[in-house]
């Protein structure tokens, strides 16, 4: 296990267990220019990856810190009103969960999905996604 730091100029740094710099890398050139707003770290199949949402509202993935390639993500104007995400790393392939209002958007490099998803609320209110969460397996949300 090592400590990650993303910064706001889409710079990853990746340190030792005890504090020792190890290495670092970047999110790409608009990362850079125009400035990350969240990150997230999560596990992949081939080891630790890094999702980052730019000030823009484009998203960025990286698959794994040993070979750090980064990928854009299916741009989508009209993200900019979603209320959660979450980086999905299944069978090698790297997707993003995105929550909209009530709706859950599956984002890929070169496409975006609407999942079928049934969310109750009591009769009569507005129900809106606030967090994504998935299993360690990565099978179940929540």
Request: aromatic letters at 10%; a negative charge; zero cysteines.
């Given at each position: 296990?090592?400590?990650?730091?993303?910064?706001?100029?889409?710079?990853?740094?990746?340190?030792?267990?005890?504090?020792?710099?190890?290495?670092?890398f970047?999110?790409?050139?608009?990362?850079?220019?125009?400035?990350?707003?969240?990150?997230?770290?999560?596990?992949?199949?081939?080891?630790?990856?890094?999702?980052?949402?730019?000030?823009?509202?484009?998203?960025?993935?990286?698959?794994?810190?040993?070979?750090?390639?980064?990928?854009?993500?299916?741009?989508?104007?009209?993200?900019?009103?979603?209320?959660?995400?979450?980086?999905?790393?299944?069978?090698?392939?790297?997707?993003?969960?995105?929550?909209?209002?009530?709706?859950l958007?599956?984002?890929s490099?070169?496409?975006?999905?609407?999942?079928?998803?049934?969310?109750?609320?009591?009769?009569?209110?507005?129900?809106?996604?606030?967090?994504?969460?998935?299993?360690?397996?990565?099978?179940?949300?929540?």
């Amino acid at each position: 296990e090592e400590p990650m730091f993303v910064l706001e100029d889409g710079t990853v740094l990746i340190y030792s267990l005890f504090g020792a710099f190890k290495t670092s890398f970047s999110m790409g050139q608009e990362a850079k220019d125009i400035k990350i707003l969240a990150a997230r770290i999560f596990p992949s199949s081939t080891g630790t990856g890094v999702a980052v949402l730019t000030t823009t509202y484009r998203f960025y993935m990286v698959s794994s810190i040993q070979d750090p390639r980064v990928r854009k993500l299916y741009d989508v104007i009209e993200l900019t009103h979603f209320t959660a995400w979450a980086p999905l790393a299944y069978d090698r392939q790297n997707k993003l969960l995105v929550g909209r209002g009530s709706e859950l958007l599956l984002l890929s490099h070169n496409d975006m999905t609407i999942l079928d998803v049934q969310i109750d609320g009591s009769p009569g209110s507005e129900v809106a996604i606030t967090k994504v969460a998935l299993s360690p397996s990565q099978n179940n949300v929540a």
